[in-house]
């Protein structure tokens, strides 16, 4: 089983440390380098500063944990995402924009690659993870819209990468697919 993490910020780096002892070859893509921002609602420590998000996460597995990984430091585009899906039993989208979603959503249905999405709101207020035949990006308020950049949504970002982890779990142990709805209140299954 061979599952890809696509955006490991906030929820891809937290959901995929959360996963880190399944039996799956975890792989990681992000084109983007670990700031000082970072440190405060991703996993990543201040020895991966200035280093790429996807090979920043999988030194740390392996240098913490003894867990080998996969890293693509790219930005993933409808000309790569055929490659970088390739073989993968389970795409685990993470990213922070539609069009980004859109790319990888579209190879999966191409591919008949299950694919499960993650997303927090703007405020910070709500989370979800739902599976792609069953959610629609919204368009963001401005291109490149920040959701997780400071330490206020820590509680979000907490519950909503445990519910995306659980439901990877879910999906590797006994092929369940749900649909989770997450707010600081609740977590409630929809499917």
Not at 7 to 23: I, K, Q
Request: net charge negative; proline share 2%; hydrophobic share 45%.
């Amino acid at each position: 089983m061979r599952i890809v993490f696509l955006g490991v910020g906030a929820l891809g780096s937290t959901a995929a440390m959360w996963c880190r002892e399944l039996s799956a070859t975890l792989a990681f893509v992000d084109f983007d380098k670990v700031e000082s921002k970072n440190l405060k609602a991703q996993a990543f420590v201040k020895q991966s500063l200035g280093k790429n998000k996807a090979e920043a996460l999988k030194a740390q597995l392996l240098n913490f944990y003894g867990i080998k990984a996969e890293a693509f430091g790219v930005r993933v585009t409808s000309e790569n995402v055929a490659q970088l899906l390739k073989d993968a039993t389970l795409a685990v989208d993470c990213f922070d924009n539609a069009e980004s979603r859109k790319v990888v959503s579209t190879q999966a249905r191409e591919q008949g690659l299950p694919l499960v999405h993650a997303a927090i709101s703007g405020d910070g207020t709500f989370g979800l993870v739902r599976w792609d035949e069953r959610f629609t990006p919204d368009a963001e308020d401005a291109a490149g819209q920040a959701t997780c950049e400071g330490g206020e949504h820590l509680p979000m970002i907490g519950l909503l990468s445990a519910t995306l982890a659980r439901t990877i779990q879910d999906f590797v142990e006994k092929q369940q697919r749900r649909d989770s709805m997450v707010s600081l209140a609740s977590v409630t299954v929809t499917s």
